[in-house]
């Protein structure tokens, strides 16, 4: 079983459009995350929750918006898709703040 | 606030190479460390990490020394393979609370045959 999942892995879209990731873990985490990845590598977190409830929020466009229904899953919605939103987003959780962190597999967002 | 700063790539190195990437951190309290390697194409996975100073984590032949007098972290393997190309991410976390995993640039390595 994969511990954390996201779907979907590749998501192409045209500017302007709303669209949402996935994002599930089966570890019993009480954390979430996402994270943005640039074309360099360089790793931004855009939002952390802890049991449901919003901990950080990073300085994020507000067309980004989390909804997390249960602490079992986080899920990303953007909205107005733009040119620079294009980039690798990752999911993530931890037990606690001072453990590791699992990855899920990333979303590749593409805006044409 | 947290930072971790790490050496800028890319690194190229021959197979059988000793290879070392430095990670410095800043933290207040005692924050635990980690190196996480992402492969082309793959999310990131948990190298190795230490909780506390003097701490040796290893994985994989990798090790790193929690060092809080020079507060680093470097990441050392004595002999690369090819299958070890990837970018290397360091990064810590602090205890207590729910702050985020604050991660280095990342370092590319290049091992060639």
């Known amino acids: 079983d994969t511990a954390v999942s996201q779907t979907p892995k590749y998501l192409v879209t045209q500017m302007g459009n709303d669209k949402s990731i996935k994002c599930e873990q089966n570890l019993g985490h009480d954390t979430m995350y996402w994270y943005k990845q640039d074309s360099k590598k360089f790793l931004k977190i855009m939002f952390s929750y802890n049991n449901k409830e919003l901990i950080i929020n990073e300085t994020v466009p507000n067309r980004f918006s989390p909804k997390s229904p249960d602490k079992a899953h986080l899920n990303l919605h953007i909205n107005s898709l733009e040119l620079g939103d294009s980039a690798v987003y990752f999911c993530?959780?931890?037990?606690?703040?001072?453990?590791?962190?699992?990855f899920g597999q990333g979303t590749r967002l593409t805006v044409v | 606030g947290n930072s971790v700063t790490q050496m800028e790539g890319p690194v190229t190195l021959s197979e059988e190479a000793f290879l070392t990437i430095n990670c410095t951190y800043t933290a207040t309290g005692y924050p635990s460390l980690f190196w996480y390697v992402q492969y082309p194409g793959e999310g990131l996975q948990l190298l190795l990490k230490a909780t506390k100073a003097d701490d040796k984590g290893s994985n994989k032949g990798f090790e790193a020394t929690y060092r809080k007098e020079t507060t680093s972290f470097h990441l050392e393997k004595g002999s690369v393979q090819v299958s070890d190309s990837a970018v290397y991410f360091c990064?810590?976390?602090?205890?207590?609370?729910?702050?985020?995993?604050?991660f280095g640039i990342g370092t590319k390595l290049q091992v060639i045959p």
């Open positions: 993530a959780s931890c037990r606690q703040a001072d453990t590791e962190a699992f």
């Open positions: 990064a810590l976390s602090a205890r207590g609370g729910y702050q985020k995993v604050t």
